[in-house]
């Protein structure tokens, strides 16, 4: 179904399938090699995680050194922390990594 939408905008947009079957790949490759609990993350994780977060909403790029902590480190952080370090795309990015959090901590196991 996501590959038929996404599709659909290509077309309307005047991109290749095959563009978009390459951009859905590698969003599969790295959502499924991120631990599913945002505890258990490593450093590189946690930098997977943000590549990923900055690409996939367009934001700039953001320096390896203000987010070299582990997951367990990104859970004490606040919204003003996520933004003191990214002040375009912090909120969005304390959002993200919230939500992972909550799903994994009220996940059914």
């Keep these: 179904m996501a590959m038929q939408v996404t599709e659909s905008l290509l077309a ?11 951009i859905l790949r590698y969003q599969n490759e790295t959502e499924d090699s991120l631990p599913k609990d945002p505890r258990h993350w490593s450093k590189e994780h946690v930098l997977q995680w943000l590549n990923f977060v900055t690409s996939q909403h367009g934001l700039p790029e953001v320096p ?11 859970c004490l ?3 003003h922390m996520f ?13 993200d990594f919230q939500l992972r959090l909550c799903a994994a901590m009220h996940s059914v196991n």
């Design 12 to 22: 309307q947009y005047g991109l290749s399938t095959e563009w978009s079957r390459s």
């Design 64 to 74: 390896a050194s203000r987010f070299s902590m582990n997951g367990k480190a990104l």
């Design 77 to 79: 952080m606040s919204p």
């Design 83 to 95: 933004l003191t370090r990214v002040p375009l795309g912090g909120k969005l990015l304390y959002k």
